[in-house]
Structure formats: structure tokens, C-alpha cells
């Protein structure tokens, strides 16, 4: 299975889960991107940051795929919105539990 890269936005305590459950659905993480960029450069669970939301919303995202991993709904919609004004596309991430059927994990991270 050919690996496909994606970017996590959001840097929290929830962050690892995501990174978790994206590598096991066949994504390698990219990178990170946080709100504001105080942080960009630091590396953070592994990963570097890459920039602020208003850095990536300042390049070409076409193409790329993200995962939103801040807990805030509204501050979510936001910038999903906004990515896919930019042509991010978000489907279901799925994992499949022994005892359960297929079921969506999150609505935003694209594959």
C-alpha cells in the first residue's frame, strides 16, 4: 500500500490520537501546522511545525491532504471551510474494530 502524506492542524493533547490513528489508516505525517506562529520550526510529538493556519492558507494546498485535530467545533468549521474553499477535500477515516462494524472515526480528515 503506497503511503499518502498528511498534515495535522491543531497541536494539543489530542494530537497524538489523530497521529495514531491516521498512521494506522496508511497516512504519513507531513508535518504540523499550529494557530498562530510562535511555534513554527519547534518539533512537537515527532514532527516539526510547519507554520501558522495563515501560512498554509498562503500556499498552493491543492492536492494535499489534512487532518483538523483542534477540539474546538467552531474554530473546526472555520478553517475546513476555508481549506476547502482552497480545494481540500475531507472524507471519513475509518477504522475497523474486531467486535464492531466499519465505523467513521472523524468527518475531516481527508484520503
Request: with cysteine.
Given at each position: ?8 492542524l491543531g ?81 471519513p477515516l ?18
Open positions: 500500500m503506497e503511503k499518502r502524506e498528511i498534515y495535522l497541536i494539543g493533547h489530542g494530537t497524538p490520537i489523530f497521529m495514531e490513528l491516521a498512521e494506522a489508516c496508511g497516512y504519513t505525517i507531513a508535518g504540523l501546522y499550529h494557530y498562530n506562529d510562535e511555534r513554527t520550526g519547534e518539533i512537537d510529538y515527532g514532527y516539526k511545525i510547519l507554520g501558522s493556519f495563515e501560512d498554509l492558507f498562503r500556499s498552493d494546498i491543492k492536492g494535499k491532504l489534512f487532518c483538523l485535530t483542534m477540539g474546538d467545533m467552531n474554530t473546526k468549521t472555520l478553517v475546513s471551510k476555508r481549506l476547502m474553499a482552497m480545494g481540500g477535500v475531507f472524507r475509518y477504522i475497523q474494530q474486531p467486535s464492531f462494524p466499519l465505523m467513521p472515526i472523524y468527518q475531516t480528515v481527508v484520503s
